[in-house]
Structure formats: C-alpha cells, structure tokens
C-alpha cells in the first residue's frame, strides 16, 4: 500500500502561481511512477505531468507545456507541481498519482482544490 497526501491548492488570481506538495508513505520502494492528474467538473480526469522514478523523465500536457514543472524530493518522499502564469481554465481538483509494480497498479490521493479566477 501507498498512501498520499496532497496539499497547496487555493484560490488564486490569472497569471499567479501554485504549487502543490504530494507526500508519500507506505511502500515507496514500489513507485515508478508518479504524476498529477486534474479533473475540472464536467470533466473526465486528465494528465497533467508525471516523473518517474529511476531516470526522472518528466511528461507534461500540451496546456501546460512550459508553465507547470514537476519535481521530487527523494530524501523527503515528496512530489511537486510548481505551476505559474495560471488561467481560469487550469481550475480543477488536482490529484496526485502514484504507479507501483507489479502490474501498474495506481494509487491517489485525495484531491486539492486549484480555483483561477478571471
């Protein structure tokens, strides 16, 4: 089992910036993976960026290309997701990911809320 816990999402006005933490614990020698997703209501649940564990090689999503980073504290069994120069349409509930072996098996972590305004 792995347990995540998200936390700095809020309200912020267009053009500002967030970040977000995501702290794991349990079987962290299992994660190969770990990403954020978000899903805005409406809305399926999307990909936002992921890093993984050996090579951290990162992966963003067109929208975000060049405004959010991703990143990880090893030493504090930590990810995070800087995000700047935010638009009304970045809000959504964020959550984090989390991929172990074997089989891919996902875990995620309860969700934090990003508000944009106009």
Not at 76 to 86: G, H, I, P, R, V
Not at 93 to 106: G, K, L, R
Request: charged letters at 15%; hydrophobic letters at 30%; glycine letters at 10%.
């Amino acid at each position: 089992q792995v347990q995540l816990v998200e936390s700095g999402g809020g309200l912020v006005q267009a053009g500002g910036s967030l970040r977000l933490s995501c702290t794991a614990s349990g079987l962290i020698f299992r994660i190969t993976r770990m990403g954020w997703y978000r899903q805005a209501p409406g809305n399926q649940r999307e990909l936002v960026a992921t890093i993984t564990s050996g090579s951290s090689r990162t992966n963003y999503a067109d929208s975000v290309k060049g405004r959010f980073t991703i990143s990880r504290d090893n030493a504090k069994n930590t990810l995070y997701l800087q995000m700047n120069s935010l638009k009304p349409e970045d809000t959504a509930v964020y959550y984090c990911n989390a991929q172990t072996y074997p089989a891919n098996y996902d875990y995620w972590g309860q969700g934090t809320q990003v508000t944009v305004s106009a």
